[in-house]
């Protein structure tokens, strides 16, 4: 459903793969993995036995995502949610800084997941938990030698048919990727 500037529907994952493919067919020479339970937080351990079997590491992984926030308004406060970290341990910061840079430069609204949920416990006198990721998942069971940062597209109503998101913020995301096709 498209309406009043979003879509509406279970995006989490087909944004996703619609964007990889978009990207393969432009003439993306990159590598992408699609990993299955990452609902139930198992996806971490598919990724984990890719690398180990073609016997690679890495500090540049991208993992694309959804991001939710309780209302449009807060999710409509930026295009793009990165993150410095999870409750796992920290991200690959020379990368998530070189995100944060390219948003600027192309005039992308971005927001650190991180710093959010820090803020608004100090503000509301809780203890959100930072949350636990793939990537972070992923990171702590390789010990820091596979690494990146999020990508994620602010939502609300995460992970159920009537996930909300802008189109200018999946629309930001795109142009955003598309800067690292030669």
């Not at 990171?139 to 602010?154: C, F, M, R, Y």
């Amino acid at each position: 459903k498209i309406e009043n500037g979003c879509i509406s529907a279970q995006i989490d994952n087909v944004v996703s793969a619609a964007m990889i493919i978009h990207l393969f067919r432009l003439g993306f020479e990159g590598t992408a993995l699609f990993t299955a339970q990452e609902e139930a937080g198992k996806s971490w351990r598919y990724a984990l036995s890719w690398f180990q079997r073609q016997q690679l590491t890495t500090q540049r992984l991208i993992v694309l995502d959804t991001s939710p926030y309780p209302n449009r308004e807060a999710a409509e406060m930026q295009q793009v949610v990165l993150r410095r970290r999870d409750a796992n341990g920290f991200f690959a910061p020379k990368l998530t800084t070189e995100l944060g840079h390219l948003c600027q430069a192309m005039g992308i609204s971005y927001s650190y997941k991180d710093a959010y949920i820090e803020a608004q416990n100090k503000e509301q006198g809780k203890s959100y938990s930072l949350g636990r990721t793939e990537l972070g998942r992923l990171v702590t069971a390789s010990n820091g030698e596979i690494n990146g940062t999020t990508l994620q597209i602010p939502t609300t109503n995460y992970h159920t048919q009537y996930e909300t998101a802008a189109i200018d913020a999946i629309a930001a995301v795109r142009h955003l990727l598309m800067s690292y096709i030669a």
